[in-house]
C-alpha cells in the first residue's frame, strides 16, 4: 500500500474507535425522533440552556451528533445554526445552537434528567476531542488557521492609558489656584506652606502620569504585536510550512521587518531604533520586576565608597535616575515615536492591510484565503469596498444567525 493509502486506512480506524467509545459513552442515545416542528402541538418540548462553561464550544457537539452519532440535522435556519434530532431511552431530545446559547430540548412530561443528557455528552465530547487533537496539531502546523481579530481591545486598552497619562501630566504642570493669605497670618509661613503644598501636588501628579505611561507602554507592544500578526495576513503574501508558527513566536522587531515593505527600510530605521530603546531602557524593566538588560539595577560594593550601579555612568540612562521614572518630556517623546510608527503601518502599501484590520476581518492563514486578501488589495477601490462590505455583512449574517 502506498502511504497515502495507508493514512487513509489510519483514519478510518481511528475514527472506528472513537465512535465505538463515543456511542459507549451515549448509552442510551439514538438517532430516532418523531417528526415535529416547534409549531406542532403533538409533540412539546421543555428547553433549558445548560451552564456555557460546560459546552464552551457548541460547535463540537455538532461535529460528534452529526459526524460520530449521526443524528438527524437541519438548518441554518432564522436564528438557528443547526439543530439535532434524536432521542434518549425512548424520549424525544433535540441539541440546538441558537442565536442565544446552546439550548437542549427534552420532551415535556418524560422522566428523563437533563443532569444525565449534559453529563453523558460531556463524556462523549471527551473522546472526540482526543480524536481531534492530531487533526488540529497538524492544521495549526500547516497554518490552516484563524486568528480572531482583537485589534480594537488592545488599541483601546493604549489609548484608555496614554489619556491618563496625558490628563496626569497635564494636571502636574498647571498650578493650582493660590489661596489668599490671612492678613493677620504670617505671610512667609503661608507662601512656604503653599510652595510645598504645590510641590507635594505636582509630585503626586507626575507619578500618577508615570504610573499610566508605564501601563500605556505595555499595551503599545502588546497591541503592535497583534497588529503585525494580522498585517502579516492581510499583505496577500502567501506562508511556506510553518511559517504562521514562526511568525507567532518572532520577536515584534523580527515582526516589524516581515511586515513592511523594503522600500520603507530608511523611514523605519530610526524608529526601529527608538522603539528598542524604550522597549530597552523602560518597558523590560518594568515587566521583568525591575531587572535592565545592561545590569543597571545590580549595585557592587566599592570598598570604603559604596554601592556603584554595575553598569556605571550607563546609569544617567536608566528609567531609575530620576526621581519619577518617566517624566512628562519623556512620555512625550515615547508617543511621539508610537505615533510614527503608527503612521508607517497605516499608509503607503499597507493601508489598505490596515483598513482590513480596522474592519474586523478575522485572518485566515490558508492559501485560498491569503490570495483572497491579496486580490482585494489589488484590486480597484470599488472592489476593495465591496470586499470590506461583503465581509462585514457575512460576519453579521453568521453571528445574528439572520439565516
Known sequence: MTKEADASQDAIDAFAIVTSRVMKSLQGFTDDFPKWSEHDQDLKMSTFKPDRSDFPVPDLVHFMMRYVVKWKMSGPEEKVRWTAYGSVDGTPV???MRKFGFTIGIEKGRALSPQRVVGQLKAGLKEVEKFLEPYAKHQVENGDVTIANRFYEFEDRYRFFRDLADRAYRRAKTPRRKKQVASAGNPVSACM??????????????????????A????????????LVLLRAFTGAAFTDGAVLSLLAARWDEKLKLVVPAIETKRLAPILGKMRDIKER???????????????????????????????????????FTVVPIGSHSHVEICRTFDQLDALLETGSLERPHRMIRASIDPSFDATVIKEYADAISGTDEHFEHYLDWWSKEWERHTNMDY
Request: aromatic share 14%; no cysteine; charged share 20%.
Open 94 to 96: 433535540f441539541l440546538q
Open 193 to 214: 506652606s503653599d510652595m510645598v503644598a504645590e510641590l507635594n501636588r505636582s509630585t503626586r501628579a507626575n507619578h500618577e502620569g508615570f504610573y499610566h505611561s508605564t
Open 216 to 227: 500605556m507602554i505595555d499595551a503599545y507592544f502588546s497591541a503592535l504585536e497583534h497588529r
Open 282 to 320: 523602560i518597558r523590560n524593566p518594568f515587566a521583568h520586576g525591575g531587572n535592565e538588560n545592561d545590569r543597571g539595577s545590580l549595585f557592587f560594593h566599592l570598598p570604603r565608597v559604596g554601592a556603584i550601579p554595575a553598569n556605571f555612568s550607563g546609569f544617567g540612562r536608566s528609567v531609575r
